[in-house]
């Protein structure tokens, strides 16, 4: 038995963007996948992550790319093993550890940056100018609104 969509007129609008957005999702994994070195979403956006947050600690990481203490160190592991990570200890506290990207990681997300990039440009040359303005609009105000979603209801 499936369950019956909310009677919110805003619904059918969410089940088309969703729609939607398996197309650019499934052209970003594309882009993703021709950039080298080849890597996993988790460890793409774990890079993200260190890159937006230089010196983040290893417990901070993991609730940011939403996985447990030992599996992110076991991520960490094998990014420092690529020579895209480094790990250190905090001077704060020399029990913690902190993550910066290796210049080889900077290099692995500026390359990526580049392909999607590219990727979206490729569809956007086939979309009348206003349209893309118009996409970028409401993919600005979506982001505004997603962003201010409470803690918890990001998914």
């Not at 089940?15 to 080849?38: G, H, K």
């Not at 993550?99 to 956007?124: W, Y």
Request: hydrophobic share 40%; aromatic share 2%; glycine share 6%.
């Amino acid at each position: 038995m499936s369950a019956q969509p909310p009677e919110d007129p805003l619904y059918e609008t969410a089940c088309e963007v969703a729609d939607a957005s398996e197309a650019l999702t499934a052209l970003w994994e594309r882009a993703s996948q021709s950039a080298p070195p080849r890597l996993s979403a988790l460890q793409l956006r774990a890079l993200v992550v260190v890159r937006g947050s230089p010196r983040i600690n290893l417990t901070r990481l993991a609730e940011e790319i939403d996985a447990t203490a030992p599996a992110t160190s076991r991520l960490c592991d094998r990014l420092e093993a690529a020579g895209l990570l480094h790990r250190d200890r905090a001077d704060s506290d020399r029990r913690e550890i902190v993550l910066t990207l290796a210049p080889h990681g900077f290099q692995a997300i500026d390359r990526l940056h580049e392909q999607r990039c590219r990727a979206i440009h490729e569809v956007l040359q086939r979309m009348a100018p206003e349209e893309g303005r118009e996409l970028l609009k409401g993919l600005r105000a979506f982001t505004g609104a997603a962003g201010s979603l409470p803690p918890g209801r990001e998914h």
